[in-house]
């Protein structure tokens, strides 16, 4: 697939998805509440693995209503931050995450997040999803974050021929701009949520299905 390809893709989806999305705001799962500062998108995009945006939502809003910074999630007890983060699932493990994460960042990072991947990577729970999350959607660096959608219509289209997100995210580097890395989540999570839906693609509505190679193939 040649970089225009995926731009021209880019392009027609940002028409489509770009009125009415939070610029900025990270499509895991934090709510409009709350600035996409460095500390809400990690804290959020932990919560969002292994379950769906409303969860997450619902999740991140009650945390950062009790506990809004790196020193309140480290001091506070880990069964009333479960209780409150209950709706993303795995409170328990998912708390234990925030409360170690927090005290890392305290103890390492001066309380705040680094920005560089080889650093992010190193906190628990944080592997190259929720780091290129925190870097594209926090810090405004050019980086792809690849989660189920992403992964699932990449192949599906046949921009990519990958078995997991990491590979996914490679390939995508290599055939998207640097500039339109950050766009990838942006908009195809978008349309995974709301056309490309995962078992019931609604591929009549698609303003891409031209370029797909699931259409295109007559597998529909
Ligand atoms: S044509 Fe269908 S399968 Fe392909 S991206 Fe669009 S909705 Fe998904």
Redesign the pocket.
């Known amino acids: 697939m040649p970089e225009k390809d995926v731009t021209l893709i880019l392009d027609i989806l940002s028409k489509e998805y770009g009125r009415g999305a939070y610029p900025g705001r990270n499509s895991e799962g934090l709510s409009p509440e709350w600035d996409p500062t460095p500390f809400h998108v990690l804290m959020a995009t932990i919560l969002s693995q292994r379950t769906k945006d409303n969860n997450t939502r619902k999740a991140s809003d009650a945390l950062f209503r009790k506990f809004d910074s790196a020193e309140a999630v480290a001091n506070a007890d880990i069964d009333e931050i479960s209780e409150l983060i209950r709706p993303s699932g795995f409170p328990y493990q998912k708390g234990k995450a925030l409360i170690d994460v927090c005290t890392i960042l305290i103890k390492e990072y001066g309380s705040e997040v680094p920005s560089d991947l080889d650093e992010l990577l190193k906190l628990p729970k944080v592997g190259r999803k929720t780091a290129n999350c925190v870097r594209s959607y926090a810090f405004g660096l050019n980086a792809i974050c690849v989660d189920t959608h992403v992964h699932r219509?990449a192949n599906?289209?046949g921009l990519v021929k990958t078995r997991t997100p990491d590979e996914t995210e490679f390939a995508l580097m290599r055939i998207t701009p640097e500039e339109r890395w950050s766009d990838i989540n942006r908009y195809i999570v978008r349309?995974g949520q709301t056309?490309?839906i995962p078992n019931h693609?609604?591929?009549d509505r698609?303003q891409?299905?031209e370029m797909?190679a699931?259409?295109t193939d007559g597998i529909?």
Do not use: G, Q
């Open positions: 219509i599906l289209m349309h056309v490309c693609p609604r591929c698609c891409i299905s797909c699931r259409y529909r």
